[in-house]
Protein backbone atom coordinates (compact mmCIF):
# COMPACT_ATOMS: atom_id res chain seq x y z
CA UNK A 1 0.00 0.00 0.00
CA UNK A 2 1.55 3.61 -0.96
CA UNK A 3 1.75 5.95 1.07
CA UNK A 4 -1.32 9.05 1.38
CA UNK A 5 -1.49 12.66 1.73
CA UNK A 6 -2.10 14.30 5.19
CA UNK A 7 -3.06 18.15 5.23
CA UNK A 8 -4.53 20.19 8.10
CA UNK A 9 -5.79 23.71 8.56
CA UNK A 10 -6.35 25.55 11.93
CA UNK A 11 -6.28 22.24 14.05
CA UNK A 12 -7.04 22.83 17.32
CA UNK A 13 -7.86 19.99 20.31
CA UNK A 14 -9.42 20.99 23.52
CA UNK A 15 -9.25 18.70 26.26
CA UNK A 16 -10.68 18.74 29.91
CA UNK A 17 -7.47 20.51 30.77
CA UNK A 18 -7.52 23.41 28.22
CA UNK A 19 -6.20 22.99 24.43
CA UNK A 20 -3.59 20.35 24.08
CA UNK A 21 -2.72 21.84 20.29
CA UNK A 22 -4.16 25.04 18.69
CA UNK A 23 -3.73 26.76 15.18
CA UNK A 24 -1.83 24.49 13.52
CA UNK A 25 -0.97 23.85 10.05
CA UNK A 26 0.68 20.91 8.03
CA UNK A 27 1.01 19.45 4.37
CA UNK A 28 2.69 15.73 4.25
CA UNK A 29 3.26 14.04 1.05
CA UNK A 30 2.59 10.67 0.33
CA UNK A 31 5.85 9.16 1.52
CA UNK A 32 7.31 11.81 3.45
CA UNK A 33 8.25 11.96 6.93
CA UNK A 34 6.82 14.18 9.38
CA UNK A 35 8.40 14.96 12.67
CA UNK A 36 5.96 16.02 14.94
CA UNK A 37 8.17 18.02 17.56
CA UNK A 38 7.89 19.97 20.92
CA UNK A 39 8.53 19.64 24.49
CA UNK A 40 6.60 16.90 26.84
CA UNK A 41 3.09 17.99 27.54
CA UNK A 42 2.60 20.28 24.79
CA UNK A 43 0.18 18.40 22.80
CA UNK A 44 2.43 16.27 20.61
CA UNK A 45 0.68 12.86 21.22
CA UNK A 46 -2.50 13.96 20.93
CA UNK A 47 -1.69 15.47 17.28
CA UNK A 48 -0.10 12.40 16.58
CA UNK A 49 -3.90 10.52 17.75
CA UNK A 50 -5.81 12.94 15.93
CA UNK A 51 -4.03 12.56 12.75
CA UNK A 52 -4.19 8.86 12.47
CA UNK A 53 -7.60 8.95 13.73
CA UNK A 54 -7.39 7.98 17.72
CA UNK A 55 -8.90 11.53 18.35
CA UNK A 56 -11.50 13.86 17.38
CA UNK A 57 -10.01 17.24 17.05
CA UNK A 58 -12.34 20.24 18.21
CA UNK A 59 -11.57 22.49 15.53
CA UNK A 60 -9.58 23.16 11.94
CA UNK A 61 -9.99 20.55 9.20
CA UNK A 62 -7.55 18.07 8.41
CA UNK A 63 -7.50 15.09 5.52
CA UNK A 64 -5.84 11.54 5.40
CA UNK A 65 -5.62 11.23 1.43
CA UNK A 66 -9.44 11.32 0.75
CA UNK A 67 -10.78 10.59 4.03
CA UNK A 68 -11.74 13.76 6.09
CA UNK A 69 -10.98 13.90 10.15
CA UNK A 70 -13.10 13.63 11.95
CA UNK A 71 -16.17 12.32 9.91
CA UNK A 72 -13.67 9.36 8.54
CA UNK A 73 -11.73 8.30 11.54
CA UNK A 74 -12.69 4.73 10.87
CA UNK A 75 -11.43 5.22 7.17
CA UNK A 76 -7.86 6.25 8.58
CA UNK A 77 -7.47 3.83 11.55
CA UNK A 78 -8.25 1.06 8.86
CA UNK A 79 -5.13 2.37 6.25
CA UNK A 80 -2.73 3.45 9.42
CA UNK A 81 -1.43 2.30 12.06
CA UNK A 82 0.33 3.37 15.35
CA UNK A 83 4.01 2.52 17.37
CA UNK A 84 5.65 3.07 20.64
CA UNK A 85 2.80 4.89 21.79
CA UNK A 86 2.61 4.69 26.03
CA UNK A 87 -1.06 3.03 26.52
CA UNK A 88 -2.64 2.01 23.11
CA UNK A 89 0.54 -0.28 21.79
CA UNK A 90 2.45 -1.38 25.09
CA UNK A 91 4.12 -4.08 24.77
CA UNK A 92 3.79 -7.25 27.04
CA UNK A 93 6.80 -7.55 28.63
CA UNK A 94 6.15 -11.48 29.43
CA UNK A 95 5.49 -12.72 26.01
CA UNK A 96 8.58 -13.12 23.23
CA UNK A 97 9.26 -11.65 20.33
CA UNK A 98 8.33 -14.31 18.28
CA UNK A 99 4.73 -14.35 20.61
CA UNK A 100 3.85 -10.76 19.32
CA UNK A 101 4.51 -11.13 16.05
CA UNK A 102 2.69 -14.16 15.54
CA UNK A 103 -0.34 -12.67 17.15
CA UNK A 104 -0.12 -9.41 15.39
CA UNK A 105 -0.24 -11.50 12.41
CA UNK A 106 -3.18 -13.79 13.32
CA UNK A 107 -5.03 -10.44 14.60
CA UNK A 108 -4.38 -9.29 11.13
CA UNK A 109 -5.22 -12.06 9.21
CA UNK A 110 -8.50 -12.27 10.96
CA UNK A 111 -10.00 -8.53 10.98
CA UNK A 112 -7.42 -7.03 8.31
CA UNK A 113 -8.00 -9.52 5.42
CA UNK A 114 -11.03 -10.37 3.36
CA UNK A 115 -13.13 -13.42 3.53
CA UNK A 116 -11.31 -14.66 0.50
CA UNK A 117 -7.97 -14.90 2.24
CA UNK A 118 -9.14 -16.71 5.15
CA UNK A 119 -10.55 -19.52 3.14
CA UNK A 120 -7.76 -20.12 1.51
CA UNK A 121 -5.29 -23.19 2.43
CA UNK A 122 -3.67 -23.77 5.68
CA UNK A 123 -0.54 -23.56 4.80
CA UNK A 124 -1.09 -20.45 2.29
CA UNK A 125 -2.00 -18.47 4.99
CA UNK A 126 0.70 -19.91 7.11
CA UNK A 127 3.51 -18.72 4.38
CA UNK A 128 1.42 -15.62 3.99
CA UNK A 129 1.90 -14.72 7.92
CA UNK A 130 5.25 -15.49 7.81
CA UNK A 131 6.19 -13.44 5.04
CA UNK A 132 4.73 -10.47 6.19
CA UNK A 133 6.68 -11.16 9.43
CA UNK A 134 9.35 -11.11 7.70
CA UNK A 135 9.32 -7.94 5.73
CA UNK A 136 8.16 -5.65 8.74
CA UNK A 137 11.12 -7.11 10.81
CA UNK A 138 13.50 -6.06 8.02
CA UNK A 139 12.23 -2.85 7.82
CA UNK A 140 11.84 -2.11 11.11
CA UNK A 141 15.37 -3.65 11.31
CA UNK A 142 15.31 -5.81 14.01
CA UNK A 143 16.98 -8.79 13.84
CA UNK A 144 15.47 -12.04 15.57
CA UNK A 145 18.68 -14.21 14.93
CA UNK A 146 20.70 -11.40 17.01
CA UNK A 147 18.75 -11.13 19.87
CA UNK A 148 19.59 -13.12 23.05
CA UNK A 149 17.14 -16.19 22.66
CA UNK A 150 16.11 -15.21 18.86
CA UNK A 151 12.27 -15.46 18.69
CA UNK A 152 11.92 -16.74 22.07
CA UNK A 153 13.24 -13.34 23.59
CA UNK A 154 11.11 -11.95 26.26
CA UNK A 155 10.60 -8.09 25.59
CA UNK A 156 11.18 -7.60 28.82
CA UNK A 157 14.93 -8.62 27.96
CA UNK A 158 14.98 -6.52 24.93
CA UNK A 159 17.31 -2.83 24.93
CA UNK A 160 15.16 0.06 24.19
CA UNK A 161 15.79 0.75 21.05
CA UNK A 162 15.08 -3.53 20.04
CA UNK A 163 11.94 -2.51 21.67
CA UNK A 164 10.86 0.56 19.67
CA UNK A 165 11.80 -1.37 16.37
CA UNK A 166 9.68 -4.44 17.58
CA UNK A 167 6.45 -1.77 17.94
CA UNK A 168 7.31 -0.51 14.66
CA UNK A 169 7.45 -4.19 13.28
CA UNK A 170 4.18 -4.92 14.59
CA UNK A 171 2.67 -1.51 12.69
CA UNK A 172 4.25 -2.69 10.16
CA UNK A 173 2.68 -6.19 9.74
CA UNK A 174 -0.44 -4.79 8.75
CA UNK A 175 1.06 -2.93 5.55
CA UNK A 176 -0.41 0.48 6.32
CA UNK A 177 0.21 3.54 4.33
CA UNK A 178 0.07 5.94 7.63
CA UNK A 179 2.83 5.16 10.08
CA UNK A 180 2.75 7.38 13.66
CA UNK A 181 5.39 6.39 16.12
CA UNK A 182 5.86 7.91 19.43
CA UNK A 183 8.89 9.36 21.53
CA UNK A 184 10.83 8.59 19.04
CA UNK A 185 13.63 9.57 21.02
CA UNK A 186 12.76 8.84 24.78
CA UNK A 187 15.92 7.43 26.88
CA UNK A 188 18.10 6.61 23.59
CA UNK A 189 21.47 7.47 23.03
CA UNK A 190 22.24 9.71 20.36
CA UNK A 191 23.52 7.24 18.38
CA UNK A 192 20.46 5.27 19.08
CA UNK A 193 18.33 8.36 18.36
CA UNK A 194 20.31 8.80 15.00
CA UNK A 195 19.45 5.00 14.13
CA UNK A 196 15.76 5.53 14.69
CA UNK A 197 15.37 8.18 12.15
CA UNK A 198 17.49 6.66 9.09
CA UNK A 199 14.83 3.84 10.25
CA UNK A 200 12.13 6.33 9.51
CA UNK A 201 13.54 7.80 6.97
CA UNK A 202 13.67 3.96 4.90
CA UNK A 203 10.65 3.18 5.93
CA UNK A 204 9.23 6.60 4.23
CA UNK A 205 11.37 6.23 1.75
CA UNK A 206 9.86 2.67 0.61
CA UNK A 207 6.06 4.58 0.49
CA UNK A 208 4.40 4.37 3.67
CA UNK A 209 3.97 7.91 4.96
CA UNK A 210 5.34 8.69 8.44
CA UNK A 211 4.67 10.70 11.40
CA UNK A 212 7.36 10.49 14.10
CA UNK A 213 7.06 12.42 17.49
CA UNK A 214 9.86 13.56 18.95
CA UNK A 215 11.14 16.87 21.50
CA UNK A 216 13.45 18.07 18.66
CA UNK A 217 13.82 16.87 14.69
CA UNK A 218 17.62 16.46 13.39
CA UNK A 219 18.04 18.45 10.45
CA UNK A 220 16.74 17.77 7.51
CA UNK A 221 13.60 16.19 8.54
CA UNK A 222 10.61 18.22 8.06
CA UNK A 223 8.66 19.40 10.85
CA UNK A 224 5.52 20.78 12.59
CA UNK A 225 5.88 22.29 16.27
CA UNK A 226 3.53 21.38 19.29
CA UNK A 227 5.38 24.53 21.07
CA UNK A 228 3.76 27.42 22.59
CA UNK A 229 5.36 30.86 23.54
CA UNK A 230 5.35 29.41 27.29
CA UNK A 231 7.56 26.77 26.14
CA UNK A 232 10.08 28.91 25.44
CA UNK A 233 10.12 31.09 28.51
CA UNK A 234 12.75 30.47 31.22
CA UNK A 235 11.82 27.72 33.56
CA UNK A 236 8.64 27.11 32.16
CA UNK A 237 6.62 24.14 33.73
CA UNK A 238 10.13 22.94 35.17
CA UNK A 239 8.90 21.83 38.36
CA UNK A 240 5.18 20.71 36.88
CA UNK A 241 4.68 17.11 37.89
CA UNK A 242 4.98 14.68 35.12
CA UNK A 243 4.30 16.68 31.94
CA UNK A 244 4.31 13.49 30.13
CA UNK A 245 2.13 11.59 32.02
CA UNK A 246 -0.44 14.55 31.99
CA UNK A 247 -0.47 14.43 28.22
CA UNK A 248 -0.53 10.74 27.86
CA UNK A 249 -4.07 10.69 30.33
CA UNK A 250 -5.49 13.78 28.25
CA UNK A 251 -4.90 11.78 25.08
CA UNK A 252 -6.01 8.54 26.27
CA UNK A 253 -8.96 10.01 28.25
CA UNK A 254 -10.38 11.55 24.20
CA UNK A 255 -9.39 8.13 22.03
CA UNK A 256 -12.55 6.80 22.87
CA UNK A 257 -14.44 9.88 21.29
CA UNK A 258 -13.05 9.57 18.10
Not at 121 to 131: G, K, Q, T, V, Y
Amino acid sequence: MGGVRITAEGLGLEGPRGWAFRGLDLDAEPGSLLAIEGPSGSGRTSLLLALTGRMRATEGTATVGTARLPKQSAVVRRIGALAHVSGVTDLDPALTVGEHLRERALLQRRFGGSVRQLLRPRAERAAEAELRIDTALEAAGLDRAALPKGGRTAVRDLERIEALRLSVALALVGRPALLGVDDTDLKLSEAERGAVWDLLRAIAASGTTVLAVCAEAPEGITAVSTRTPEDTAPDTEVAAPGPDDKEKVDALAATGRA
